[in-house]
C-alpha cells in the first residue's frame, strides 16, 4: 500500500521555523516529481513548492518564495519542506504529493496543478501566530 506520510507541523509564533517531513512508503518515488499544497481555513487548496524527480529543478508559489525550500533525499524516500519567516497567512493543513509519471519533466504549470499528483498523504497543521 502506498502511503505519504507528512510530520513536522505545529504551532509556531510569526518570523519563526519549521521543517515538514513527507516519508513515502509502498514504493520508491525517486523518479516522481513531489509537491507540497496547503489548505487556509475556509479556503481552497493551493500549490506552495514542488520538486523535479531530478532534485534539481524547483517551484515555488510567489507567496513562500525566498522564505521556504523544498528538497528530498530519495535514499529516505522523503521529501522535505523548510518554512523560515513564517506568517499568520502561512496557517493551513499541508499536504505533500507524488505523480504517477516516471522521470517526467513538465512545463511549470504542470508542477502547480493538483490534478497532476495521483498519490498525497493525510496533511498536517501549520500554525503561525501573530
Known amino acids: 500500500q502506498v502511503q505519504l506520510v507528512e510530520s513536522g507541523g505545529g504551532l509556531v509564533q510569526a518570523g519563526g521555523s519549521l521543517r515538514l517531513s513527507c516519508e513515502a512508503s509502498?514504493?520508491?518515488?525517486?523518479?516522481?516529481?513531489m509537491g507540497w499544497f496547503r489548505q487556509p481555513p475556509g479556503k481552497e487548496r493551493e500549490f506552495v513548492a514542488a520538486?523535479?524527480?531530478?532534485?534539481?529543478?524547483?517551484y515555488y508559489s510567489d507567496s513562500v518564495k525566498g522564505r521556504f525550500t523544498i528538497s528530498r533525499d530519495n535514499a529516505k524516500n522523503t521529501a522535505y519542506l523548510q518554512m523560515d519567516d513564517l506568517k499568520p497567512e502561512d496557517t493551513a493543513v499541508y499536504f505533500c504529493a507524488a505523480d504517477r509519471m516516471s522521470m517526467y519533466m513538465g512545463i511549470d504549470a504542470y508542477y502547480r496543478d493538483a490534478s497532476n499528483y495521483d498519490y498525497w498523504g493525510q496533511g498536517t497543521q501549520v500554525t503561525v501566530s501573530s
Open positions: 520538486i523535479q524527480w531530478t532534485g534539481i529543478v524547483t
Open positions: 509502498g514504493r520508491t518515488f525517486k523518479d516522481n516529481n
